[in-house]
């Protein structure tokens, strides 16, 4: 007998949290292949539903907004319309148990947070941040399959890789900008990258979305129209950036959401990393390549283990053009 079941989701992170999350979903789908799956997200993350089939429904609610306690009861008024079987969630906030246990889905999984995880969920999973993210949301959901899922899978249709392209996404997202994380190089870095990878024989393609258009503007600027092409607006979904990512033979990125495309698509990627934690965010496995300054810094990684925002000297990102460039051509 086939156990269909309605299962809901949720995760109210950015998408490259959205992407890190899809293994989670995709190890309950194989464990209940006829269920259900909904994912309650924030609309700013919706670009996730055009990477994969898996997800049937969505549920938004935007809960970084000054009207976030009326958007989650206009969520919960939803999530009673559908009578899930089981529900999943990645906050780790104290009160998210007690939102769960307001759903009345008979099953509920999400972190240990306290006492009140232990009374109202019915498993309070142990929060295991040391780790790569994927395996981390993967905890939510042992007490339902022993299936893992290593990375995301998404369904794209893969192009021909083209020899000796190193694409090139410099930006990060503007929300993350606007809270104050700098999680990049500037953007004259970029542009002496560009132009060096270019002089060294690698046809260079760069790349962005709405959020980089400064970044973009401010690297054509100072780089010569023929050392690269520029491929900025001629993506105009998530889905066109990842099948533009498959085709790069090599690609270079910020800590954001284009990282984690290119990780699910195995594309050889090397990627800036400042304050975060690269052990937390990229897989093991040889085929992501971290570009990191060889000054120290006490406190690296800091971002959201030991602040919320960057700090004004960012020792963390004075890493040269030079750098950049020798680990894209010798690794």
């Given at each position: 007998?086939?156990?269909?079941?309605?299962?809901?989701?949720?995760?109210?992170?950015?998408?490259?949290?959205?992407?890190?999350?899809?293994?989670?979903?995709?190890?309950?789908?194989?464990?209940?292949?006829?269920?259900?799956?909904?994912?309650?997200?924030?609309?700013?993350?919706?670009?996730?539903?055009?990477?994969?089939?898996?997800?049937?429904?969505?549920?938004?609610a935007n809960i970084k907004?000054?009207?976030?306690?009326?958007?989650?009861?206009?969520?919960?008024?939803?999530?009673?319309?559908?009578?899930?079987?089981?529900?999943?969630?990645?906050?780790?906030?104290?009160?998210?148990?007690?939102?769960?246990?307001?759903?009345?889905?008979?099953?509920?999984?999400?972190?240990?947070?306290?006492?009140?995880?232990?009374?109202?969920?019915?498993?309070?999973?142990?929060?295991?941040?040391?780790?790569?993210?994927?395996?981390?949301?993967?905890?939510?959901?042992?007490?339902?399959?022993?299936?893992?899922?290593?990375?995301?899978?998404?369904?794209?249709?893969?192009?021909?890789?083209?020899?000796?392209?190193?694409?090139?996404?410099?930006g990060v997202s503007r929300?993350?900008?606007?809270?104050g994380m700098i999680k990049?190089?500037?953007?004259?870095?970029?542009?002496?990258?560009?132009?060096?990878?270019?002089?060294?024989?690698?046809?260079?393609?760069?790349?962005?979305?709405?959020?980089?258009?400064?970044?973009?503007?401010?690297?054509?600027?100072?780089?010569?129209?023929?050392?690269?092409?520029?491929?900025?607006?001629?993506?105009?979904?998530?889905?066109?950036?990842?099948?533009?990512?498959?085709?790069?033979?090599?690609?270079?990125?910020?800590?954001?959401?284009?990282?984690?495309?290119?990780?699910?698509?195995?594309?050889?990627?090397?990627?800036?990393?400042?304050?975060?934690?690269?052990?937390?965010?990229?897989?093991?496995?040889?085929?992501?390549?971290?570009?990191?300054?060889?000054?120290?810094?006490?406190?690296?990684?800091?971002?959201?283990?030991?602040?919320?925002?960057?700090?004004?000297?960012?020792?963390?990102?004075?890493?040269?053009?030079?750098?950049?460039?020798?680990?894209?051509?010798?690794?």
């Amino acid at each position: 007998m086939i156990d269909k079941k309605k299962i809901l989701f949720v995760n109210f992170g950015g998408l490259g949290d959205e992407i890190l999350f899809l293994p989670t979903i995709l190890s309950i789908k194989k464990q209940f292949p006829d269920s259900e799956i909904t994912l309650a997200l924030e609309k700013r993350s919706q670009g996730i539903t055009s990477l994969t089939n898996v997800i049937d429904k969505v549920l938004y609610a935007n809960i970084k907004g000054e009207n976030k306690y009326i958007e989650l009861i206009k969520l919960l008024f939803q999530i009673w319309k559908y009578r899930f079987d089981i529900v999943f969630s990645s906050g780790s906030n104290k009160f998210i148990s007690l939102f769960l246990f307001l759903t009345f889905i008979p099953k509920r999984y999400g972190y240990d947070s306290g006492k009140l995880s232990q009374i109202f969920l019915t498993k309070a999973v142990k929060l295991n941040k040391n780790q790569y993210a994927v395996n981390m949301y993967q905890d939510l959901i042992s007490f339902e399959t022993e299936i893992k899922t290593d990375l995301p899978i998404l369904n794209i249709e893969k192009r021909t890789v083209i020899p000796n392209t190193v694409l090139i996404h410099p930006g990060v997202s503007r929300l993350s900008m606007q809270k104050g994380m700098i999680k990049t190089v500037t953007p004259e870095i970029w542009a002496e990258v560009v132009e060096k990878l270019a002089d060294s024989g690698k046809k260079v393609l760069l790349i962005g979305g709405t959020d980089d258009k400064e970044c973009i503007e401010k690297i054509v600027k100072n780089v010569p129209f023929d050392k690269f092409e520029n491929l900025y607006g001629t993506t105009k979904s998530l889905k066109d950036l990842a099948e533009l990512i498959s085709s790069a033979e090599k690609f270079l990125c910020s800590d954001s959401a284009p990282l984690h495309i290119a990780v699910a698509l195995g594309v050889k990627t090397y990627v800036i990393f400042g304050s975060t934690d690269e052990n937390k965010l990229i897989p093991q496995n040889g085929n992501v390549i971290p570009v990191k300054s060889k000054f120290s810094c006490p406190l690296q990684p800091c971002l959201w283990e030991k602040r919320q925002t960057t700090c004004n000297e960012l020792i963390c990102l004075k890493i040269s053009s030079e750098e950049i460039v020798s680990k894209v051509v010798n690794n």
